[in-house]
């Protein structure tokens, strides 16, 4: 199996950006936790962060044909960005949301996620973690 991991903007910046939220790890250590688990789970991965909207819509696009699933964590486009909802839609991969923090529990205008419109399940406040759940989901559901 073949999964896309997309991360959206800032996050890039852990370790250092609100550390109280999102944990000292960096994102350098999410890419290695990220490869490890794939590789235990016998997961084929590619791993991308681009801080800019288009670039995210590309990279869905991309999946297109090539890739089994997708696990994404669109960041701030979360709450705001039609394009990635639509391209999501477009490609109609399997695709699973994952926010490190738990946004149910943040601000109101986090409440409103488009992405997760198009994705068939969400993993939000499990830190790292999320991204694994989010695998072994989409590895669950492509097997039944
Ligand atoms: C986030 C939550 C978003 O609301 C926020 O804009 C982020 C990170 C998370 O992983 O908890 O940048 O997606």
Known sequence: MKLLF????NLNMLGIREPDIYGRQTYAALENFIRDFCGQMGIDCEIYQS???GALVDAIQAAYGKMDGIVINPA?????????LDAL???SLPAVEVHLSDVSKREDFRQVSYAGMACVKTYAGYGFDGYRLAAEYLLEHAEH
Request: without cysteine; glycine residues 6%; charged residues 10%.
């Open 76 to 84: 701030a486009y979360t709450h705001t960005s039609v394009a990635i």
């Open 6 to 9: 997309l991360n959206g903007p």
């Open 89 to 91: 839609k477009a490609v």
């Open 51 to 53: 801080n800019h909207e």
